[in-house]
């Protein structure tokens, strides 16, 4: 299998950001997105989907974090989708259940070519520290519209907003390295009976 990695850089009158990933790594993470509690999060994903992940932003955070957030979530998923290149041999597939003390959540993913997410979390509040707990739909949004990828997040129990919020981002991560793993038993074959994804 060829080298699955890739930088995009997206740059508008509102952020500029970069992203490099390589969907073969081992977990390392070098992260300014200039949103602290972010960068926590997206570690999360690196250290549980064992991606090595660059990302760089520079946004207007002075009016809040929603460009932000919303175009790092775009750019990360252009730069999936196209490390993926053909996405032949791959499970296409992928899920998880991650469970922090009381909270437990689930997330399932199709690298299917087609955009589409059902987010369905419920947070106790509505931040954390001053993070907008309403921006991580965004974040997701702007992933699956970018990546073509379909993605079910469910928090299906908890009280603290931070544990939430944690168990979607290390299930998203799981998720998201099942689906991209190499599945030897299809050979060069597309996961997909259209012979296109």
Avoid: W
């Amino acid at each position: 299998m060829t080298a699955r990695t890739a930088r995009i850089s997206r740059d508008t009158k509102e952020t500029q950001v970069t992203v490099s990933v390589n969907l073969d790594g081992t977990g390392h993470a070098a992260l300014a997105t200039g949103i602290p509690f972010l960068d926590h999060m997206l570690d999360q994903v690196v250290r549980h989907g064992l991606i090595d992940l660059d990302i760089k932003a520079n946004g207007d955070l002075v009016i809040d974090a929603h460009h932000t957030v919303e175009d790092i979530g775009i750019t990360l998923g252009m730069a999936v989708q196209k490390a993926l290149g053909d996405k032949r041999a791959i499970r296409r597939y992928g899920h998880a259940y991650v469970p922090l003390d009381e909270a437990l959540s689930r997330v399932v993913i199709d690298l299917s070519g087609r955009p589409g997410l059902e987010f369905h979390v419920d947070f106790p509040r509505a931040q954390v520290g001053n993070f907008d707990v309403d921006l991580f739909h965004e974040f997701f949004q702007g992933f699956v519209n970018h990546a073509m990828c379909t993605l079910h997040v469910d928090g299906l129990r908890g009280r603290n907003a931070h544990h939430i919020i944690e168990t979607v981002f290390k299930a998203f991560g799981r998720a998201l390295r099942m689906a991209v793993e190499a599945d030897a038993r299809m050979g060069d074959a597309l996961p997909s009976t259209k012979g296109a994804l």
